[in-house]
């Protein structure tokens, strides 16, 4: 057991290729220096450039991995990845708020995989809205931001709407107009961070490590803007790290 090291908790899926999912959120933890729990959600069969199928994990057997570990260490912040359903995701964070309210939950709206495969379609507003309301902040690229809202919206105006639940940092991979600077709607606030280096490539499973960054960050005890920045810098250096899909994680 740590001893001086804060608990984190991933529960996204299983990618057996390391790239995404809680491999890559546990890799991301130990390199931020908080120990890592994980619960699968689903079990993949993919590389990080294939996707062949998908088993979903039931939400019961979900639900009693979250108690039994909630119930033995302090758990300060929880990333939330890949889930089939809002009801899945209802329930993993009414789960969480009923045993410990104060433990931060950030959300990595991952809707479909980079290799296009789709794990969520978002039909129902006002359950999504609820939802939020329990969730410290969501981390949508430019893409799924409009899949979550109103795909007559832009980008911005959707972010902006659902800050007024949580905080959105809206991710700036696909911001033709800035590539590569994120935007953090929070508290009537938009902050951006601007890219240092310029990146050339992708990485499978860039979405995965910033929020799995970030959620290490806020255990630390850092405020969201203060992680969002640091985490900024970290998915930078991860994205340079070589020139293949898969990304190296080391300082």
């Known amino acids: ?3 001086n090291r804060p608990f984190t908790l ?20 130990e390199q931020h220096l908080v120990y890592g729990l994980a619960i ?6 993919q590389t990080d450039s294939n996707f062949v199928r998908m088993e979903w994990v039931s939400i019961a057997f979900v639900t009693e ?8 260490y302090e758990i300060k912040a929880v990333k939330i990845g890949i889930i089939p359903s809002l009801e899945y995701l209802e329930t993993i964070v009414a789960t969480i708020k009923n045993i410990a309210p104060s433990t931060k939950i950030i959300w990595d709206t991952v809707l479909k995989s980079s290799t296009e495969f789709n794990f969520l379609t978002v039909e129902n507003q006002t359950k999504l809205h609820t939802i939020l309301k329990q969730i410290d902040l ?10 979550l809202g109103d795909s007559n919206q832009s980008a911005e105006n959707n972010a902006k709407s659902f800050s007024k639940f949580c905080a959105v940092l809206l991710k700036g991979g696909h911001n033709m ?12 606030q938009i902050i951006t961070f601007s890219p240092i280096t310029k990146i050339s490539g992708s990485k499978h499973g860039s979405g995965c490590v910033l929020a799995a960054s970030i959620t290490a960050n806020i255990a630390l005890g850092f405020d969201i803007v203060t ?5 900024k810098i970290y998915i930078e250096k991860f994205l340079t790290s070589n020139t293949t899909l898969l990304g190296y994680h080391h300082d």
């Not at 107009?177 to 009537?188: E, H, N, Q, R, Y």
């Open 227 to 231: 992680a969002c920045k640091i985490s």
């Open 138 to 147: 969501i981390t949508p690229n430019y893409y799924e931001i409009l899949r």
């Open 40 to 45: 699968i959600t689903g079990n993949t069969i």
């Open 177 to 188: 107009s800035a590539l590569g600077t994120d935007s953090l709607f929070i508290a009537d």
């Open 65 to 72: 991995s979250i108690e039994t570990l909630f119930n033995k």
């Open 1 to 3: 057991m740590s001893n």
């Open 10 to 29: 991933t529960i996204a899926g299983f990618d057996p290729s390391g790239g995404a999912g809680v491999l890559a959120d546990i890799k991301t933890f």
